[in-house]
T-cell receptor
């Protein structure tokens, strides 16, 4: 089973709708992240959470909100979706030890299209 | 200013040849880490290799090595003996302020590598 899962994997919605993207992890990591990927722009950080009570805005948080329901779950919401939020969204986790690579582990991505 | 710059939008390499993917970075922080991730057409992000700013030797992981030139602020990825399965997007990323354990990654725009037979 995958360590980091995202649901849904694909979603098509209309402008103005509320959308929630969910992320779950079984790695036991405290730190979780949401990124969006647009063609030609790499990945940009939306929100990140170092533990259940610690949530922080990333580079591009406007139009998004998050909820850290438990150590293993981190949800991203678009309160009123707009077409320029059409993108590939990734959830990631890391141990947060600060030692060595301490790399981030990514989920498979959610492809969101806002019409 | 761009923190991470990948100047090669696309690269071609013949199977079994080596290829270098360029990455330059900009930071005034003495403590940072550099990462390379691979994104195949299926979309997932796969961690390849890491180099810490204080590491004395260039990182290596199997066919991947990182040509770290600190004074030039470059961290190029070298893939030896390319395989068809290496065709993918490759992203360079940086984490600054390691001593503060901030854990925020900044990504470049990526390089699309295509390996041909």
């Amino acid at each position: 089973d995958a360590d980091v899962t995202q649901t849904p994997r694909n979603r098509i919605t209309k402008t103005g709708k509320r959308i929630m993207l969910e992320c779950s992890q079984t790695k036991g990591h405290d730190r979780m992240y949401w990124y969006r990927q647009d063609p030609g722009l790499g990945l940009q950080l939306i929100y990140y959470s170092f533990d259940v009570k610690d949530i922080n805005k990333g580079e591009i948080s406007d139009g998004y909100s998050v909820s850290r329901q438990a150590q293993a779950k981190f949800s991203l919401s678009l309160e009123s979706a707009i077409p320029n939020q059409t993108a590939l969204y990734f959830c990631a986790t890391s141990e947060g030890s600060g030692l060595g690579a301490d790399e981030q582990f990514f989920g498979p991505g959610t492809r969101l299209t806002v019409l | 200013a761009q923190k991470i710059t990948q100047t090669q939008p696309g690269m071609f390499v013949q199977e079994k040849e080596a290829v270098t993917l360029d990455c330059t970075y900009d930071t005034s922080d003495p403590s940072y880490g550099l990462f390379w991730y691979k994104q195949p057409s299926s979309g997932e992000m796969i961690f390849l290799i890491y180099q810490g700013s204080y590491d004395q030797q260039n990182a290596t992981e199997g066919r991947y090595s990182l040509n770290f030139q600190k004074a030039r602020k470059s961290a190029n990825l070298v893939i030896s003996a390319s395989q068809l399965g290496d065709s993918a997007m490759y992203f360079c990323a940086m984490r600054e302020g390691l001593e503060y354990n901030t854990d925020k990654l900044i990504f470049g725009t990526g390089t699309r590598l295509q390996v041909f037979p």
